[in-house]
């Protein structure tokens, strides 16, 4: 990464890497010593995300980053709205964590059922 490059570009682009389902970019973005926590998974380490949770973009027909907003020691706060295939809406909110160009991690707080229009 760029020294120019912010945390919130790094943000932007690891969203991209996932909806593009682009490996390479991911992994160029992930330090090794990522962690993703959410509801569902307690501390994924960076191996076990790229297999567990980075090739599910197939269930979703959209995502949107609705915010994304830097604040403390490289942290960016991250909401987004996503349509899954079945047409549900829903959003969600993470704080994922930048340093030195990478993300060291990702913590996800799930948003319920958000209903259209």
Same mark, same amino acid.
């Given at each position: 990464?760029? /020294?120019?490059?912010?945390?919130?570009?790094?943000?932007? +682009?690891?969203? &991209? +890497?996932? &909806?593009?389902?682009?490996?390479?970019?991911?992994?160029?973005?992930? +330090? %090794? %010593?990522? =962690?993703?926590?959410?509801?569902?998974?307690?501390?994924?380490?960076?191996? +076990? *995300?790229?297999?567990?949770?980075?090739? @599910? &973009?197939?269930?979703?027909?959209? !995502? %949107?980053?609705?915010?994304?907003?830097?604040?403390? /020691?490289? !942290? =960016? *706060? =991250?909401?987004?709205?996503?349509?899954?295939?079945?047409?549900?809406?829903?959003?969600?909110?993470?704080?994922? @964590?930048?340093?030195?160009?990478?993300?060291? %991690?990702? !913590?996800?707080? *799930? #948003? #319920?059922? *958000?209903?259209? #229009?």
């Amino acid at each position: 990464m760029s /020294d120019t490059t912010t945390p919130e570009d790094v943000v932007r +682009a690891a969203f &991209a +890497a996932y &909806a593009a389902q682009d490996r390479p970019a991911m992994e160029r973005l992930l +330090a %090794e %010593e990522f =962690v993703f926590t959410s509801p569902r998974d307690d501390r994924l380490d960076r191996a +076990a *995300f790229l297999d567990v949770c980075f090739p @599910t &973009a197939h269930h979703f027909r959209s !995502q %949107e980053i609705l915010d994304a907003v830097p604040f403390d /020691d490289g !942290q =960016v *706060f =991250v909401r987004y709205a996503y349509e899954l295939t079945t047409g549900a809406r829903h959003r969600n909110v993470e704080v994922m @964590t930048v340093r030195d160009g990478r993300l060291v %991690e990702t !913590q996800v707080y *799930f #948003g #319920g059922h *958000f209903p259209q #229009g």
